[in-house]
DNA sequence: GCTTTGACACTAA
DNA sequence: CTTAGTGCCAAAG
């Protein structure tokens, strides 16, 4: 059945397709969705039970490219994020825009 | 089925 | 820059 996927499962194959050292925004997965949920998609990220490697949800930031909220701590987040190569600096992801994985990048496809 | 809860977005001041 | 207010919508209670 196609469109069948909750709204959450759907944030989750979203999800997957954010390569590492780049990021996306709660707006842009919702936009993505055809949704302005943007709140919605953060409640999702906070209720994630997949690991972190599988389903990078410290690569969800604000729309303006600061950090925003992570369940196990800001200073995680940030702290991944710089594993993975990006700068932060006073919260806000350095040249944020060129890192932004937008809307129209994803493939739904896999939504079936 | 209504009410509350958010890891948000946007505008105005 | 900061704060306050409004809007947004899926999930859980």
Not at 14 to 29: D, F
Not at 47 to 52: E, I, L, S
Not at 67 to 73: D, I, N
């Amino acid at each position: 059945m196609n469109g069948s996927e909750s709204f959450s499962e759907r944030c989750y194959v979203l999800l997957r397709q954010i390569p590492e050292g780049r990021v996306s925004s709660y707006r842009e997965i919702a936009h993505a969705l055809g949704s302005r949920a943007y709140r919605a998609v953060g409640n999702v990220m906070n209720h994630n039970p997949y690991p972190t490697d599988l389903y990078p949800c410290h690569r969800v930031v604000k729309s303006d490219g600061t950090v925003g909220g992570y369940a196990w701590g800001t200073e995680v987040k940030t702290k991944r994020l710089r594993e993975e190569g990006l700068s932060i600096v006073e919260g806000k992801v350095v040249n944020f825009e060129s890192f932004l994985m937008k809307a129209s990048e994803f493939d739904l496809s896999g939504l079936n």
